[in-house]
Nanobody, 126 residues
Framework: VQLQASGGGLVQAGGSLRLSCEDS????????MAWFRQAPGKEREIVAA????????YYTDSAKGRFTISRDNGVNTVYLEMNSLKPEDTAVYYC????????????????????WGQGTQVTVSS
C-alpha cells in the first residue's frame, strides 16, 4: 500500500498550488479519497473528500470556493487544486484512502482512513 503525495511548496498569499497523490492500489477507483492537513500544534483536519462513484465531493468551510478535489482513475491519482491561498492554509497536507471500498458516504474523520501518504508541505507567505 503506497500513496505518494507531491506538489507542495512555498507560495505567496493569493497564489495557487496543485497537489497530487498517486495510489498504488489496483482497485483505486473503488475507494473514496480525501485530503487532510495538519498545521503545527493543531490536530489533523479534513480539507476535502471525493467519493468513489458517482463522484460526490465534500469541502470543509475554509476550502469551499477556493479548493477543488478531483480524481483520475485512469492514473490512480487524486488532486487538490488550491487557489487564493492564505497564510492560514500553511500545513502539511496528507492524502488518504477510505478504509472500505464502495462506501455509501464520505467520511470526514481521519480515524476512518487507514491508508495515508507521506505528506507534502504547503507554506503560504503573507
Amino acid at each position: 500500500v503506497q500513496l505518494q503525495a507531491s506538489g507542495g511548496g512555498l507560495v505567496q498569499a493569493g497564489g495557487s498550488l496543485r497537489l497530487s497523490c498517486e495510489d498504488s492500489e489496483l482497485t483505486f477507483s473503488n475507494y473514496a479519497m480525501a485530503w487532510f492537513r495538519q498545521a503545527p500544534g493543531k490536530e489533523r483536519e479534513i480539507v476535502a473528500a471525493i467519493s468513489w462513484r458517482p463522484q460526490f465531493t465534500y469541502y470543509t468551510d475554509s476550502a469551499k470556493g477556493r479548493f477543488t478535489i478531483s480524481r483520475d482513475n485512469g492514473v490512480n491519482t487524486v488532486y487538490l487544486e488550491m487557489n487564493s491561498l492564505k497564510p492560514e492554509d500553511t500545513a502539511v497536507y496528507y492524502c488518504a484512502r477510505d478504509s472500505e471500498d464502495f462506501a455509501s458516504w464520505l467520511k470526514k474523520n481521519s480515524a476512518e482512513y487507514y491508508y495515508w501518504g507521506q505528506g507534502t508541505q504547503v507554506t503560504v507567505s503573507s
